[in-house]
C-alpha cells in the first residue's frame, strides 16, 4: 500500500509560479499529477516513470512548456512545477501513484490507470 502526501499548493497571481510537492511512502514506478477543476473531469497534467535504469516524464499538451516534473529520488519526492501560471489553472491537484508502468502518455495520464491517491491541494490563481 502505497500512501501518497501533497504539499506547496496556494494562492498566486496571473503569471506567477508555485511548486508542489508528493511525498510516497512505498515504491512506484509510475506517479502523476492530476487536477480537478469544478464542473470538469480529472485531467492529466504531468506523469513521471522511474525504474532501475530508466526514467521518462509526460507532460500534458495543454501545459505542456509551463508545467515540468522531476524527482527526487533519495527522498522519494515528485516536484510538479508550474510556470505562468493562468486562472484556468486554478483546481485541486492530486498526486497518484501505481506500482507498474502502464505504458504510453495517454496512458500515464489517464486517473483511471493509477491505485493510489493523495487528498489534494489546492491552487488558486
Known amino acids: 500500500h502505497v500512501q501518497l502526501v501533497e504539499s506547496g499548493g496556494g494562492s498566486v497571481q496571473s503569471g506567477g509560479s508555485l511548486r508542489l510537492s508528493c511525498v510516497a511512502s512505498?515504491?512506484?514506478?509510475?506517479v502523476g499529477w492530476f487536477r480537478q477543476i469544478p464542473d470538469r473531469e480529472r485531467e492529466g497534467v504531468a506523469a513521471?516513470?522511474?525504474?532501475?535504469?530508466?526514467?521518462?516524464?509526460s507532460i500534458a499538451d495543454p501545459v505542456q512548456g509551463r508545467f515540468d516534473v522531476s524527482l527526487d529520488k533519495a527522498n522519494n519526492t515528485l516536484y510538479l512545477r508550474m510556470n505562468s501560471l493562468k486562472p484556468e489553472d486554478t483546481g485541486m491537484y492530486f498526486c497518484a501513484a501505481v506500482e507498474k508502468d502502464v505504458g504510453t502518455k495517454l496512458l500515464r495520464l489517464r486517473p483511471s490507470s493509477y491505485t493510489f491517491w493523495g487528498q489534494g491541494t489546492q491552487v488558486t490563481v
Open positions: 512505498g515504491e512506484t514506478y509510475c
Open positions: 513521471y516513470y522511474s525504474a532501475l535504469v530508466t526514467a521518462s516524464s
